[in-house]
């Protein structure tokens, strides 16, 4: 029937489409191991912090707490110029969320495999031990020095003519890890190892470790190799203190410096900028900038998290703790290529698309490199790079202080 062959798609793909909405259901952990050869990723690592029930109750009692005490304490106050402004874009989307989220709670079929993905995890195998901070690493005299060793794997085809079985062998080689591009250019993943940790490196991926600082050695020599699909999910300083951050946090000032203009490709780029729902952000995005990086605002996606029954994290409604957040989509226009001639080729990109996923560890986004690719103006040579990554994905190049992040062994299976 139809509906099954949808829900084989997704069994496969990790993507399923729903019904009667501008939406997407999509579980990470499917989407990712699509691209991983030897290796998959552990769903128990994924989603350790999102299914772990004492957290989840924590979190629950703390937030009905703060909305009983507000409640007593405060009477309903006049909106400020601000909040208004908040409020205005909140309602604007509310109509798209709530019909997504309902096309979710029909696709009764789906809901059955995500439920049972909890059932499904195995206590999580991996060795335990502090994680590496890469970033620490990074700051200290010697990190020049630090070598991170790629273990290749050649194929071993040499058996086919039926003589005697080669030697399994490994060929190792050492690159510096910070301020160099390291590159995995086959088409199988790769063992890494960096002093005491392993790292899963995925098929024709590559990372640039470095701070801020060097940020610049991304600049590609000739512009006609520039990237065409550009993802940054900036380290936006928070207002409340009260949340605890996982990562340092810089100054909005910080990030109109990023070379976005330098690194597109000379015939275009699209520009997907992860951002939070404070409205002083948004007016910060919209008028200084994308201003500042030469992009175009086009169009905006709605990640909408949901637990693994259906149902939203939090209340649509709750002013400080949406279950929502927003990716701003912009296109840089390239120098040859009229805008008019970009758009005959590739889909027109939609506003107010919705990615509904349960959430995983960490404050991490989901994968989204396959959605946008689509939207990405169609180049020959196009690259795509991710600016602020905790991880690596399949074809594209990670830059950030910690892109090794989530690439660390305990998060995968041997297949
Ligand atoms: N997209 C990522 C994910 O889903 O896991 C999260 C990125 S997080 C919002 C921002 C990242 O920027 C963190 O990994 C943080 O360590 C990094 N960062 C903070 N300050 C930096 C700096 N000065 N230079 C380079 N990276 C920095």
């Given at each position: 029937s139809k509906t099954s062959d949808k829900l084989s798609e997704f069994l496969e793909s990790g993507v399923y489409r729903l019904e009667d909405s501008n939406a997407v259901f999509i579980d990470p952990v499917r989407v990712l191991n699509r691209s991983y050869t030897r290796f998959r990723v552990s769903p128990s690592a994924y989603y350790s912090r999102s299914f772990d029930s004492k957290h989840a109750g924590q979190e629950a009692r703390v937030s009905s707490n703060f909305r009983k005490r507000k409640r007593k304490e405060k009477k309903p106050q006049p909106l400020n110029d601000r909040e208004r402004a908040a409020d205005q874009r909140h309602q604007e989307v509310r109509p798209f969320l709530l019909k997504a989220h309902e096309s979710l709670v029909r696709a009764t079929e789906l809901l059955e495999v995500v439920s049972n993905l909890k059932g499904n995890?195995?206590?999580?195998?991996s060795s335990p031990g502090a994680e590496q901070s890469l970033v620490e690493l990074g700051r200290v005299w010697q990190a020049p020095l630090y070598e991170i060793t790629l273990n290749f794997h050649p194929n071993?085809?040499?058996r086919e003519d039926g003589g005697a079985p080669t030697i399994q062998y490994c060929e190792q080689r050492a690159f510096p890890v910070f301020n160099n591009l390291v590159?995995?250019?086959?088409s199988e993943d790769v063992e890494a190892e960096l002093l005491n940790s392993r790292y899963i490196l995925p098929p024709e991926s590559s990372f640039y470790m470095s701070d801020?600082?060097?940020?610049?050695?991304?600049?590609?020599?000739?512009?006609?190799?520039?990237?065409n699909l550009i993802v940054i999910d900036p380290p936006w300083e928070n207002g409340s203190a009260r949340q605890k951050q996982r990562y340092s946090t810089l100054p909005n000032r910080y990030f109109l410096s990023l070379p976005v203009k330098q690194i597109c490709h000379t015939d275009g780029a699209l520009v997907a900028l992860w951002v939070t729902n404070r409205e002083k952000l948004r007016g910060f995005v919209e008028k200084e900038l994308f201003p500042a990086w030469g992009v175009k605002y086009v169009a905006t996606f709605f990640w909408l998290k949901v637990k693994a029954d259906g149902s939203l994290i939090s209340d649509l409604d709750l002013f400080h703790h949406r279950p929502y957040e927003c990716l701003l989509l912009g296109l840089v226009h390239g120098k040859v290529t009229d805008s008019k001639q970009l758009s005959s080729t590739k889909p027109i990109l939609p506003d107010n698309q919705i990615i509904l996923s349960i959430p995983g560890g960490y404050s991490r986004k989901p994968p989204i490199a396959g959605l946008l690719h689509e939207y990405a103006p169609r180049l020959q040579r196009g690259r795509c790079i991710e600016l602020f990554a905790r991880e690596m994905t399949a074809g594209w190049i990670s830059w950030g202080n910690e892109p090794l992040h989530f690439q660390e062994s305990r998060n995968f299976m041997k297949t």
């Open positions: 995890l195995c206590p999580s195998t071993d085809n040499a590159v995995n250019e086959t801020l600082g060097q940020i610049h050695n991304l600049i590609p020599a000739e512009s006609d190799c520039g990237f």
